[in-house]
């Protein structure tokens, strides 16, 4: 996941951009965990994990974003991918043994607030997003970013977060700002974005819509 926009109150909107090298097996929303019973996301099918999970039954959903800083040891390094499901599993973020995880920010969302963890390899803070609306990129909770500059004021702006799927719109490319990004590195592969999953909690339940963005298109 590269870009997380939430927007709290009732309901509270929660549209996550995963991007990702498209040679990484991956498959669809479900209930993929049987150690997480009720929890469903997206499965990373190399490391086992995550980037957004939901658990319907208790209202929550977790997004997971890679971020800056130091690096775990490779002799103790585990994949990040299971902190969204046991965010959403659970409703608590993280507090212990995170020297083994690279650095990342996670928002965990409930009806009517969200809340952002954030490890940089050597510190965690915690902090409740802001009323309205708030876009986290890996940089963190970043406005000078260019991507947070060029489009979060379009999110801010929509007077229904129900239709934010329709403000996912542009060509794919690596300019910095681009919402949607698409470029090749000099080995070859392709970094860009896969999909868009948008949650809606409420106190009358959840709502989600998963769009595969590798549909229409080569991976």
Known sequence: MCTVIVRTGWPLTLLGVRDEYTDRPWEGPGEHWPEH?????????KAGGTWLAVHPAARRAAALLNGHGTPAPETVKTSRGDLALRAAATGALPEAD???????????????????ASWDGARLTTADLPDGTSMIVNTGLDPAHPRVAAHLPRFAASPSAGGWHGLVTGEPSNAPEALL????????????SLSVMRVTLDTDGV?????????????
């Open 37 to 45: 019973p009720g929890v469903l996301g997206g499965r990373d099918l």
């Open 181 to 192: 990004v698409r470029h090749e590195t000099p080995g070859g592969r392709v970094f860009a």
């Open 207 to 219: 709502t989600y819509d998963f769009t595969d963005l590798t549909a229409d298109r080569d991976r």
């Open 98 to 116: 995170l020297a083994r995880y690279d650095p990342f920010h996670l928002v965990l969302a409930e009806p009517g607030r969200a809340r952002l």
